[in-house]
């Protein structure tokens, strides 16, 4: 009993500390960043969008020792994009602030592509630490403020992978199998545990080549699932597209059952899912493309924001559905809601689509990002104990599918905000750095 009111206390001071975090001086200063980085570099995220597609298209390099290719690199930066923070945060953005946030997360999501483009770029020009191949935030962190802020990036970022991009994932393909099919979650953390086990023991190669699998298949059947629901309810999507945009923009509140949706409320949920959706601004894409061999910064910053565009076209997409097909004034929340919507038109069968989605995208994701920690592992432990780090993640992942996700979302929200303060700040001061290269490559 005291241990319960103590962890209930610690839950509401958590979530209180969220709150706080997550708040207006937060959102301006993501937005300012923004904004900052697309004016600097000249709107590089529409002057060079054909040009990202080319690159990304027709990938050149390969890699040396401890490297990965610039592609692999892309995929698994789409594929750390493309998690359920889109299937399951879009829905419940729109059950906390209406369907205005949808018209956010588009907005902050297109202004987000400029800070991608200017970590990767550093991440990938200023690679060298310790004397090895080692990319990311951690490296152009460290130059501009010191080893102390570097190390408090690199063990955010640890957690973030462990708690925000593994537990979680695997909470929610739990959470996702039990409600629709009464799946008991200990099944799926052993599964889960058995599933890392393997990946995680065949080493970087083996994490890479499951990786490279998950992600164009979960890329095909989103969109070929999300595509039928919106030619199902095409009757609706002009009026859909206008109350999206019509609740973004209208001060006043906005009905939706029992609840009112103001133009704050929207801005603030469909800013912070996007962020999370995306990722963009945490540093945490640079990571991988800073393990690729270095010899293109401009073009590996171009398919860096690409990422950015698709993962929140998808974003909008999962938005569109469940707007167009009436779902998002149900009461439902989270994946439940983006069921709902999918059932519109599929049926029973659309709670098939969504949990095989929902599978698809936590595993894409929690794989990913075994990659991603593992580097920043191999900063923290200089190189050592790799077998301690899969330990550590497969545990997370058994645990993460049994655990309560309110809890894993509150602390995911403070150590978003710590790696976002600390990578953008070092983004900004970075700035002319990258806008001079941004400036000799369009003079080539």
Not at 134 to 146: E, K, Q
Not at 396 to 420: E, Q, R, S, T, Y
């Amino acid at each position: 009993m005291v241990f319960a009111e103590v962890w209930s206390t610690i839950s509401t001071v958590i979530e209180h500390v969220v709150d706080k975090i997550e708040s207006w001086p937060l959102i301006i200063f993501v937005v300012g960043v923004s904004i900052a980085c697309t004016f600097a570099l000249g709107f590089v995220q529409f002057r060079y969008f054909k040009r990202s597609c080319v690159v990304a298209l027709t990938p050149q390099g390969g890699a040396g020792a401890g490297q990965i290719t610039p592609l692999q690199a892309f995929l698994n930066s789409l594929s750390a994009g493309l998690g359920n923070g889109s299937l399951a945060g879009v829905a419940t953005a729109i059950y906390a602030g209406g369907p205005g946030t949808v018209f956010w997360m588009v907005v902050i999501g297109l202004l987000l592509m400029a800070p991608r483009f200017a970590e990767v770029y550093l991440a990938v020009y200023k690679k060298t630490l310790r004397g090895q191949h080692f990319g990311g935030p951690i490296v152009y962190i460290t130059n501009m403020f010191g080893n102390v802020a570097a190390w408090i990036y690199a063990l955010s970022a640890f957690l973030f992978a462990c708690i925000v991009s593994c537990a979680l994932q695997s909470n929610s393909i739990a959470l996702s199998l039990h409600q629709g099919w009464q799946v008991p979650p200990i099944f799926v953390a052993v599964g889960f545990l058995l599933f890392t086990l393997y990946v995680l023991f065949g080493g970087a190669a083996r994490i890479l080549r499951v990786s490279d699998m998950l992600t164009p298949l979960k890329v095909i059947l989103f969109f070929i699932s999300a595509s039928i629901v919106l030619v199902y309810h095409m009757a609706n999507l002009a009026d859909a597209m206008r109350l999206i945009v019509v609740s973004a923009l209208t001060p006043q509140a906005i009905a939706g059952g029992a609840l009112g949706f103001s133009v704050q409320q929207a801005m603030r949920f469909g800013i912070f899912r996007s962020i999370f959706a995306s990722e963009a601004g945490l540093g945490t894409s640079s990571i991988l493309f800073g393990a690729t061999n270095g010899e293109r910064p401009v073009e590996d910053g171009f398919m860096g924001m690409l990422s950015v565009f698709m993962s929140t076209i998808v974003c909008f997409l999962v938005g569109l559905c469940i707007v167009a097909s009436g779902a998002w004034n149900s009461g439902f929340t989270s994946t439940e809601l983006t069921s709902v919507a999918f059932q519109t038109t599929f049926g029973h069968f659309g709670s098939w689509i969504v949990t095989a989605l929902s599978i698809t995208f936590g595993m894409g994701v929690l794989v990913t990002y075994a990659f991603i920690a593992r580097q920043i592992w191999l900063f923290i432990s200089a190189g050592k104990h790799i077998w301690l780090f899969n330990l550590i993640y497969c545990i997370v992942a058994f645990g993460g599918a049994l655990v309560k996700p309110d809890l894993l979302f509150h602390i995911g929200g403070i150590i978003n905000g710590c790696m976002l303060v600390l990578n953008l700040s070092a983004v900004m001061l970075l700035l002319p750095v990258v806008r001079k290269a941004l400036q000799e490559y369009a003079h080539k």
